[in-house]
């Protein structure tokens, strides 16, 4: 089931020889494919559920696993887009309450096999003014990698304090390391380590898509910070 | 906000992948749906909406053969078998369907991104259908036309700061549009903007200034708009509509361009842009797009017989008009001209018409033979009948096709004196004449022209030469046009050297007039002296 519409093909790429062409191109591929196999993830883990912990332990590093690769395929495709202009941020007026609950019910699976208990602390009305599904991107993102990294809870947060919106995702894991912590705020990728799998793509991915958040003359902004009620990693967004 | 109804609710879901429906079907019978029905192409899905009024359509958007999900959405939205009652949810593969998708001519209520868990279905369905409950007493005003009523609720539920009062907004704003009511209307928008500068009221501010005959105005509003967000097709298409009210149809034609370049697949844009481009005698871009639109047509309620015969009718004009002719696209027209008795039921006209194509397309591949056969079966189906002006004119171009000028001359003489006082059809006849007969057009030729030399005279050559190249394209017969636009051809050349597309152009013009004067005619001697001057280049 490929999409017929996508604009980037393998072919297209060959012919100027565009290897980021190629890449996004696959990339594509790779998506429809994993989305095919998280679907029958999920079908196999309702007809059979796990008989014990140790099957439990290993449906939930399927889950996790199959997650991420189709997380990092999907900003991927994004920054690619960003970078070839094709992907302009549609601000439309959003309730935090409903871009919240999707993301904590898109990954309700994981969090389920990993016995984690998510709270969402947002006033049923709060409404603000950006992308629903780049911010929706991100939100999911931070949430795959703090249910790998907390112990028992995650606290999913957004308030508004003089008209900057923040979306906050608290943790009660050992917290963000050191390094991690000082690369967002140069705006760029941060240290890249290929051998602890650590690209920091997501991060680079949520600082993106807050600065593509500008109002008057502020920008949108991440922020990582540890400790906190929870005392692990924290994630925050703030959008003008 | 969990939702209670889902008991009452008729529901169906079209995939064409078997496990996909299971799925779905046991979430929607969890959540506790007791009418569910699914299907597996997009045309089952249609039937079943013949039989039945749907709540609830959860549909893929890729469907295998026939149509895909967004022509079952179109073609329910056209027969009115969808209610504002109803929900349709699309579902894709793709992540950014926004960017793909909702550049179409309808949009969905939502889409949703495989793959689906149950608790994502249940999060949105919830929301969304607590929302048309809400709003069903304002929906169903709306369709009945009580709009004093509907716009009471809208009133009081924004006043009251509903939930959903930026949808009432919206809505409201597009009643008063729609009423005329724009003082109204200006005021909902200006509030809105206040609060943020949203896409939605900029394109509605600028409908508003269009309706006031503002359309500079409307036109700074939409251009604003694409700038930051270049996926806005609302804009583009009032964008277009004030040009072509601005009598800019070239404008109006480059805007429609750029727009169906970002979204290819909106057959309706298509359609405008082939509508457009013929007006402004633009060919190629007019083949171009009545062949997508035959091509999208395949599945789609906006398929039209009238597609279908102006992709032939383009293609055999870039036959006849280019050197070499592109026999592929003469090749594709023929194709589709061939097909089409047996994909519409041909009344009146449209069957002679078809013949008439087909023999001009033959010509333009050479089968001289098949091409005279094809004319002659019409013409005999013609005598005695009286022929409307779109068939007297695919005649000509028939005649010139077959190399027949005296027969194309002849005729469109008659059709000079039956028209000499109907400025419209004139007006279409005087594509095909050297000087146009028709008010208008002789003064847009005579305008284009002096704007032109007045260039030349500055020696401005590069302005010169657009002025007369589009004057070419409007009037490709226009003998004074072509001397006009070699001399400015050859002026260039003189000043900044000899350069080949120049050169190929300006013979073309050069070979245009030599075919149709001798010596004695009142330009023959302008010609020779042109002719000469090029050949010393």
């Known amino acids: 089931m490929t999409d017929t519409n996508e604009q980037v093909t393998i072919a297209e790429g060959l012919k100027t020889a565009d290897f ?71 601000i439309d007026e959003c309730y935090l309450i409903d871009v919240l609950e999707e993301q904590v019910a898109r990954n309700d699976l994981l969090f389920q096999s990993r016995g984690l208990d998510v709270q969402i602390d947002c006033d049923e009305d709060l409404v603000w003014y950006f992308d629903g599904e780049l911010i929706g991107g991100v939100v999911h993102n931070v949430l795959v990698n703090a249910a790998r990294y907390t112990k028992k809870t995650i606290r999913l947060s957004a308030r508004l304090e003089d008209e900057l919106l923040e979306i906050a995702v608290a943790d009660d894991g050992i917290g963000y390391p050191d390094a991690m912590m000082r690369a967002p705020e140069e705006g760029s990728m941060g240290p890249v380590d290929f051998q602890k799998g650590n690209t920091h793509l997501g991060l680079y991915f949520a600082q993106q898509v807050a600065s593509l958040h500008r109002r008057n003359d502020r920008n ?21 | 906000m969990a939702f209670t109804g889902y008991g009452s609710l008729k529901v169906l879901v079209i995939d064409d992948f078997d496990s996909f429906r299971a799925t779905v079907g046991r979430m929607l019978d969890d959540f506790g749906c007791r009418d569910v ?19 609830l359509i959860l549909c893929d958007y890729n469907l295998g053969d026939g149509p895909n999900g967004q022509q079952v959405l179109e073609q329910l939205r056209a027969n009115g078998q969808l209610t504002r009652q109803s929900l349709f949810l699309m579902i894709t593969a793709e992540s950014s369907k926004q960017i793909v998708l909702s550049a179409y001519d309808y949009a969905p209520d939502a889409y949703l991104t495989k793959p689906i868990t ?6 949105r369905l919830d929301r969304l259908l607590a929302q048309r409950q809400q709003m069903l007493p304002f929906y169903h005003h709306l369709e009945n036309f009580n709009l004093r009523e509907a716009v009471d609720i809208a009133v009081d539920a924004v006043a009251a700061g509903s939930r959903y009062a930026t949808i009432y907004q919206r809505q409201l704003a597009d009643v008063y549009l729609q009423q005329g009511m724009l003082d109204e209307a200006e005021d909902l928008y200006t509030r809105a903007l206040e609060v943020r500068p949203l896409d939605w009221a900029k394109v509605g501010m600028s409908r508003v200034k269009r309706l006031r005959g503002d359309l500079e105005m409307s036109n700074q509003w939409l251009h604003q708009i694409v700038e930051s967000n270049p996926f806005c097709m609302q804009a583009y298409d009032v964008m277009v509509e004030n040009y072509q009210d601005l009598g800019l149809p070239e404008k109006a034609q480059e805007v429609l361009q750029t727009a169906v370049d970002i979204s290819p697949m909106s057959i309706l844009r298509q359609t ?6 013929d007006t402004n005698n633009d060919i190629e871009v007019a083949t171009r797009a009545f062949g997508n639109c035959v091509k999208l047509g395949e599945y789609s309620c906006h398929d039209r017989l009238e597609n279908h015969m102006q992709f032939g009718r383009s293609a055999a004009a870039w036959v006849r008009e280019a050197e070499p002719p592109p ?6 027209g023929l194709q589709v001209i061939e097909k089409v008795p047996r994909r519409f ?29 094809k004319l002659q079966e019409a013409e005999e189906k013609m005598l005695g009948q009286s022929l409307s002006l779109d068939v007297q004119l695919d005649r000509v171009s028939t005649y010139l096709a077959l190399g027949r000028k005296d027969r194309a001359n002849d005729l469109l003489n008659e059709l000079i004196e039956q028209y000499h006082d109907d400025q419209d059809a004139l007006q279409r006849i005087d594509r095909w004449l050297e000087e146009p007969v028709s008010e208008r057009n002789r003064r847009l030729v005579a305008k284009i022209n002096n704007e032109g030399i007045h260039h030349y005279q500055e020696r401005d050559y590069g302005k010169a030469l657009d002025s007369f190249k589009r004057a070419r394209r409007l009037f490709p017969n226009h003998l004074g046009v072509h001397l006009n636009l070699a001399q400015a051809l050859i002026a260039e050349m003189k000043e900044f050297g000899r350069n ?7 013979l073309s013009s050069l070979q245009k007039v030599a075919v149709a004067v001798e010596p004695g005619h009142t330009q023959f001697e302008r010609y020779r002296q042109l002719q000469q001057m090029a050949k010393g280049l």
């Open chain 1, 20 to 90: 980021s062409l190629i890449l996004a191109s696959s990339v594509h591929d790779m998506k429809n494919s994993l989305g095919m196999l998280l679907n029958s993830l999920d079908t196999v883990m309702r007809a059979m559920p796990p008989q014990n912990e140790e099957q439990e332990q290993q449906f939930s590093t399927l889950h996790y696993e199959a997650s991420r690769i189709n997380t990092e395929l999907i900003q991927l495709l994004s920054i690619y887009r960003m970078q070839n202009d094709r992907l302009p941020v549609q």
């Open chain 1, 220 to 240: 949108g902004q991440i922020e990582l910070s540890n400790g906190g009620d929870l005392g692990g990693g924290i994630f925050k967004i703030f959008l003008p």
């Open chain 2, 37 to 55: 029905k699914s299907v597996t192409s997009g045309n089952k899905a249609l039937e079943a909406c013949n039989r039945t009024r749907f709540d």
């Open chain 2, 118 to 123: 149950s608790q994502t279905l249940r999060q």
């Open chain 2, 272 to 277: 405008n842009l082939g509508q457009i481009a």
């Open chain 2, 327 to 332: 026999l592929e696209i003469a090749r594709e």
């Open chain 2, 345 to 373: 039921e041909l009344l009146g006209e449209s069957r002679l018409q078809a013949q008439l194509l087909e023999s001009q397309l033959n010509a333009g591949l050479e089968d001289t033979a098949k091409a005279w056969e």
């Open chain 2, 500 to 506: 080949e597309e120049h050169m190929e152009l300006c």
